[in-house]
């Protein structure tokens, strides 16, 4: 029997779908609509299995949603800016608009064959000037409303890249992507001013009901919403210096105060700037980077001054001030008092410098308690200080110390947030022009809307170090109005060219402005995102953040949050592989032989590693397009779908992908079965297995894509072909095989469209397609399964014709030898019937 020749029949579906432009859409008001989105893609040059995952998924819901009846937006676009082309283009010498374009040119070709039902006439690209020119007016829109300011402060230098991270963009010490330890710095910058909404993203995540729990705890963690006090702490000094304030969430502690801790860029610095060895740390602390997590992996380091704090709570109790490398100055004031008993970051320090350690809270009360290496941060009873003893940490504690430092005004209860401003200037070329220039004073101002968009000057190759716009005079220096002005040379963060892309999608070829408003207000909110959790906080605080900031002052705009549904996908994994020298070795180096790898040039033993999410770092990444061209896009699709829930990582195999192939060319031969049985035109009958069967198969695979159990939408799969080969045996009549077997084939399309497709048009299906209904009927049981209880207890679970009435269940009841037993010679007393459920004889 023929094999199924993907190649032939995927390409005639994918140019038949491209020249149809199935999937264009336009504003229905009278139409239910559907918006799915997937994270956008970075055009790296190649599509990797990641994407693959996650346009899958989304496609399978598009297509599902289609056949629905919903006029479906599911676009795709580009994040087109950033490092990675400036450094591929220094790399190739070369310019990054060029390598952008050519990678863009393959990815969306490898895209395509994939079979994705995308409205490719909505393609948008953010390094493209009819992009940016829109974001452009939006930066300046932000600018009037007080949400953009620039301010000198210090930074996150990615000393490889050479360019400023925000907070976000470094994890673990370390620039996001170049992998560098984080260094601070002092610049100019520009900055969005995204606390002004911390309460209002905070509260807003109550209303996203379909998004992960997971990922709205990481949102609130990272805004971090804090009940505390901001205290007054008097200073002993000979320098004019008479009140420090901070800002802590355990004024309950104060007891336990042994020093009291400044940022380095505290206004208190002024006084020690003429002291080397001040210097000397200050410049130390730079090297630690700004963020919370960099701070608290580093070595704890302090600088004694000569100033003593007073305890507000005992004038008595005096304790020496510090600047510490792990006080940031943009978090409560600044300043920290130094509990070591009940802070771990306070008891190492404490112990390096040899404070005292006073514990204020036991976790129970007239109990000797001691701290030795560990801080005590659970709760308990305050104890060690005085007025407050006995008072229950913290529910009695807080409060009660606040409202004492209030009532003698030496502290305020204040809600402080995590969250900071947000830094956008980059110090690089390849990136969204801020449209700002300078006057002769250095003063900023806006460029006019007339001029927009500031479009980045074409250069033939990067070769230089740092930003190229700022060696680039004519570019740099403009006449605006026949006055002289300097332009900002810095470009925006990436970040902020993926903040509003979904609303571009909406309009993308709107010249006016950034989206229409009509459009808007059909498509958006976006119904369903689906991206890696990675972006939980980056791309998706940064997006609702955006959503806050246009609908701020705008009578015309009104949408506070871009995504009502969110799905997060799991990774794409495989093992991992090295030589004997420790080196990363890919899969297509391997040859196996028994049941073990080995380099295929000199058959040396390789060591296999533990399954780990792709990387072009360690080597285990598989090449899609490799595996399409050998196996075809709906055996992918098969297998990528089928291996684990889809919220799970998903373990690549070579057989899994064999497998699959192996499963689509069973079907083909099921097709051609099928074939044979209509054409044999078999005269009409009466069985309905056929008819159950395919209604279970909609029914389970309907209820599966509303919940994204896609892996068993392809068990439905396996069992329904099962099935199918024993029930066409039956001799079914032509027009019910046909009937039933176009809506299987109709269920199945969303997952494999190409096979699908290819099987309806066998069947010469011309009619327009739509979502198959479940008919109940099909779906009722013909036999009940009946519960026997005696006094309560169940006995046994029987299974007799649905409607059997009491009179004859009693009847089975005394046929059977084991229920009959616990009749016995007992009196019934009372029977309980409940129809097609359960009897409950009481004896």
């Given at each position: 029997?023929?094999?199924?020749?993907?190649?032939?029949?995927?390409?005639?579906?994918?140019?038949?779908?491209?020249?149809?432009?199935?999937?264009?859409?336009?504003?229905?008001?009278?139409?239910?609509?559907?918006?799915?989105?997937?994270?956008?893609?970075?055009?790296?040059?190649?599509?990797?299995?990641?994407?693959?995952?996650?346009?899958?998924?989304?496609?399978?819901?598009?297509?599902?949603?289609?056949?629905?009846?919903?006029?479906?937006?599911?676009?795709?676009?580009?994040?087109?800016?950033?490092?990675?082309?400036?450094?591929?283009?220094?790399?190739?010498?070369?310019?990054?608009?060029?390598?952008?374009?050519?990678?863009?040119?393959?990815?969306?070709?490898?895209?395509?064959?994939?079979?994705?039902?995308?409205?490719?006439?909505?393609?948008?690209?953010?390094?493209?000037?009819?992009?940016?020119?829109?974001?452009?007016?939006?930066?300046?829109?932000?600018?009037?409303?007080?949400?953009?300011?620039?301010?000198?402060?210090?930074?996150?230098?990615?000393?490889?890249?050479?360019?400023?991270?925000?907070?976000?963009?470094?994890?673990?010490?370390?620039?996001?992507?170049?992998?560098?330890?984080?260094?601070?710095?002092?610049?100019?910058?520009?900055?969005?001013?995204?606390?002004?909404?911390?309460?209002?993203?905070?509260?807003?995540?109550?209303?996203?009901?379909?998004?992960?729990?997971?990922?709205?705890?990481?949102?609130?963690?990272?805004?971090?919403?804090?009940?505390?006090?901001?205290?007054?702490?008097?200073?002993?000094?000979?320098?004019?210096?008479?009140?420090?304030?901070?800002?802590?969430?355990?004024?309950?502690?104060?007891?336990?105060?042994?020093?009291?801790?400044?940022?380095?860029?505290?206004?208190?610095?002024?006084?020690?700037?003429?002291?080397?060895?001040?210097?000397?740390?200050?410049?130390?602390?730079?090297?630690?980077?700004?963020?919370?997590?960099?701070?608290?992996?580093?070595?704890?380091?302090?600088?004694?001054?000569?100033?003593?704090?007073?305890?507000?709570?005992?004038?008595?109790?005096?304790?020496?001030?510090?600047?510490?490398?792990?006080?940031?100055?943009?978090?409560?004031?600044?300043?920290?008092?130094?509990?070591?008993?009940?802070?771990?970051?306070?008891?190492?320090?404490?112990?390096?410098?040899?404070?005292?350690?006073?514990?204020?809270?036991?976790?129970?009360?007239?109990?000797?308690?001691?701290?030795?290496?560990?801080?005590?941060?659970?709760?308990?009873?305050?104890?060690?200080?005085?007025?407050?003893?006995?008072?229950?940490?913290?529910?009695?504690?807080?409060?009660?110390?606040?409202?004492?430092?209030?009532?003698?005004?030496?502290?305020?209860?204040?809600?402080?947030?995590?969250?900071?401003?947000?830094?956008?200037?980059?110090?690089?070329?390849?990136?969204?022009?801020?449209?700002?220039?300078?006057?002769?004073?250095?003063?900023?101002?806006?460029?006019?809307?007339?001029?927009?968009?500031?479009?980045?000057?074409?250069?033939?190759?990067?070769?230089?170090?740092?930003?190229?716009?700022?060696?680039?005079?004519?570019?740099?220096?403009?006449?605006?109005?026949?006055?002289?002005?300097?332009?900002?040379?810095?470009?925006?963060?990436?970040?902020?060219?993926?903040?509003?892309?979904?609303?571009?999608?909406?309009?993308?070829?709107?010249?006016?402005?950034?989206?229409?408003?009509?459009?808007?207000?059909?498509?958006?909110?976006?119904?369903?995102?689906?991206?890696?959790?990675?972006?939980?906080?980056?791309?998706?605080?940064?997006?609702?953040?955006?959503?806050?900031?246009?609908?701020?002052?705008?009578?015309?705009?009104?949408?506070?949050?871009?995504?009502?549904?969110?799905?997060?996908?799991?990774?794409?994994?495989?093992?991992?592989?090295?030589?004997?020298?420790?080196?990363?070795?890919?899969?297509?180096?391997?040859?196996?032989?028994?049941?073990?790898?080995?380099?295929?040039?000199?058959?040396?033993?390789?060591?296999?590693?533990?399954?780990?999410?792709?990387?072009?770092?360690?080597?285990?990444?598989?090449?899609?397009?490799?595996?399409?061209?050998?196996?075809?896009?709906?055996?992918?699709?098969?297998?990528?779908?089928?291996?684990?829930?889809?919220?799970?990582?998903?373990?690549?195999?070579d057989e899994g992908i064999k497998s699959s192939y192996k499963f689509l060319q069973k079907l083909w031969v099921l097709n051609k079965k099928i074939i044979d049985e209509i054409e044999a035109n078999h005269s009409s009958n009466s069985n309905n297995d056929l008819d159950k069967l395919t209604n279970k198969f909609i029914k389970e695979i309907t209820h599966n894509i509303e919940n994204f159990s896609y892996n068993k939408?392809?068990?439905?799969?396996?069992?329904?072909?099962?099935?199918?080969?024993?029930?066409?045996?039956?001799?079914?009549?032509?027009?019910?095989?046909?009937?039933?077997?176009?809506?299987?084939?109709?269920?199945?399309?969303?997952?494999?469209?190409?096979?699908?497709?290819?099987?309806?048009?066998?069947?010469?299906?011309?009619?327009?397609?739509?979502?198959?209904?479940?008919?109940?009927?099909?779906?009722?049981?013909?036999?009940?399964?009946?519960?026997?209880?005696?006094?309560?207890?169940?006995?046994?679970?029987?299974?007799?014709?649905?409607?059997?009435?009491?009179?004859?269940?009693?009847?089975?009841?005394?046929?059977?030898?084991?229920?009959?037993?616990?009749?016995?010679?007992?009196?019934?007393?009372?029977?309980?019937?409940?129809?097609?459920?359960?009897?409950?004889?009481?004896?």
């Amino acid at each position: 029997m023929e094999r199924y020749n993907f190649k032939i029949i995927e390409d005639k579906w994918q140019k038949y779908w491209e020249s149809q432009k199935t999937f264009s859409t336009k504003v229905e008001e009278d139409k239910k609509k559907f918006y799915c989105l997937e994270m956008f893609p970075y055009p790296s040059g190649k599509i990797h299995m990641g994407h693959v995952r996650n346009y899958t998924i989304g496609d399978v819901l598009a297509r599902y949603k289609t056949l629905q009846g919903y006029n479906v937006l599911h676009p795709m676009g580009w994040d087109s800016f950033g490092m990675p082309a400036e450094n591929a283009a220094r790399q190739n010498k070369l310019d990054p608009k060029t390598w952008t374009e050519k990678n863009i040119s393959v990815m969306r070709s490898q895209l395509k064959k994939l079979g994705l039902s995308i409205d490719w006439d909505k393609e948008i690209s953010t390094c493209s000037p009819d992009y940016y020119k829109h974001q452009q007016e939006f930066f300046l829109k932000l600018y009037d409303k007080g949400l953009v300011y620039r301010k000198e402060s210090y930074v996150n230098w990615d000393p490889i890249d050479n360019t400023v991270l925000a907070n976000e963009q470094v994890i673990d010490g370390k620039g996001w992507r170049s992998g560098a330890i984080v260094e601070r710095k002092k610049l100019n910058q520009w900055f969005f001013k995204i606390t002004k909404f911390s309460k209002e993203l905070l509260e807003s995540l109550e209303t996203l009901k379909d998004w992960p729990n997971k990922v709205k705890v990481m949102q609130k963690n990272w805004i971090g919403k804090s009940y505390g006090c901001e205290i007054k702490f008097k200073i002993e000094s000979k320098k004019d210096i008479n009140e420090i304030e901070c800002y802590t969430t355990r004024p309950d502690t104060l007891f336990g105060m042994s020093f009291l801790a400044l940022s380095v860029d505290h206004p208190v610095a002024k006084f020690y700037e003429d002291d080397p060895e001040f210097m000397k740390f200050k410049k130390e602390c730079s090297k630690t980077g700004t963020t919370e997590e960099s701070i608290a992996a580093a070595d704890k380091l302090g600088f004694k001054t000569n100033l003593l704090a007073i305890n507000p709570l005992d004038e008595n109790m005096k304790v020496p001030v510090y600047f510490a490398n792990f006080v940031l100055m943009d978090y409560g004031l600044g300043a920290v008092f130094g509990c070591p008993a009940h802070d771990q970051r306070d008891l190492d320090f404490a112990k390096k410098y040899n404070l005292k350690v006073t514990p204020v809270v036991r976790p129970e009360k007239d109990k000797e308690f001691l701290i030795n290496d560990k801080a005590y941060t659970e709760s308990g009873y305050l104890f060690n200080s005085k007025f407050l003893d006995n008072l229950k940490v913290p529910d009695e504690s807080i409060e009660k110390t606040i409202n004492y430092l209030e009532e003698n005004n030496i502290g305020q209860k204040k809600t402080n947030y995590r969250l900071k401003d947000w830094g956008i200037s980059r110090q690089r070329y390849w990136g969204c022009p801020i449209p700002i220039v300078y006057d002769e004073n250095n003063n900023p101002i806006k460029i006019p809307k007339e001029k927009l968009p500031v479009q980045l000057p074409k250069i033939k190759q990067l070769n230089n170090v740092g930003n190229p716009l700022d060696e680039i005079s004519e570019w740099k220096n403009i006449l605006i109005d026949g006055k002289k002005y300097t332009r900002e040379t810095d470009t925006l963060d990436t970040f902020v060219d993926s903040s509003w892309y979904f609303l571009r999608f909406c309009s993308p070829h709107n010249l006016n402005y950034g989206f229409d408003a009509k459009e808007i207000k059909y498509w958006m909110p976006v119904d369903q995102y689906i991206g890696g959790v990675e972006h939980a906080i980056l791309h998706l605080l940064y997006s609702r953040f955006f959503m806050h900031a246009l609908s701020y002052q705008n009578d015309s705009f009104n949408i506070k949050e871009p995504f009502s549904g969110l799905f997060t996908q799991g990774m794409v994994c495989h093992e991992t592989y090295k030589d004997k020298n420790n080196n990363w070795v890919s899969p297509d180096e391997l040859i196996t032989k028994d049941g073990k790898k080995y380099l295929k040039d000199s058959e040396e033993l390789v060591k296999v590693g533990p399954s780990e999410s792709m990387s072009k770092s360690k080597k285990n990444t598989i090449d899609p397009e490799k595996i399409i061209k050998d196996y075809g896009a709906d055996s992918v699709r098969l297998f990528i779908l089928s291996d684990s829930p889809p919220e799970k990582d998903v373990q690549w195999s070579d057989e899994g992908i064999k497998s699959s192939y192996k499963f689509l060319q069973k079907l083909w031969v099921l097709n051609k079965k099928i074939i044979d049985e209509i054409e044999a035109n078999h005269s009409s009958n009466s069985n309905n297995d056929l008819d159950k069967l395919t209604n279970k198969f909609i029914k389970e695979i309907t209820h599966n894509i509303e919940n994204f159990s896609y892996n068993k939408i392809i068990a439905n799969l396996h069992e329904t072909y099962s099935a199918l080969n024993k029930i066409i045996l039956s001799k079914i009549e032509k027009i019910k095989l046909i009937e039933n077997y176009k809506k299987i084939l109709i269920a199945i399309s969303p997952v494999i469209p190409h096979f699908s497709n290819e099987c309806m048009e066998i069947l010469d299906i011309k009619e327009k397609l739509l979502w198959p209904k479940v008919d109940e009927k099909f779906l009722e049981e013909d036999n009940i399964k009946f519960i026997i209880q005696f006094n309560g207890k169940t006995r046994k679970i029987i299974e007799l014709k649905k409607d059997t009435n009491e009179e004859t269940l009693i009847k089975k009841i005394k046929e059977d030898k084991k229920l009959n037993e616990y009749l016995g010679n007992n009196k019934i007393l009372k029977k309980i019937f409940i129809p097609n459920k359960l009897i409950n004889i009481i004896i």
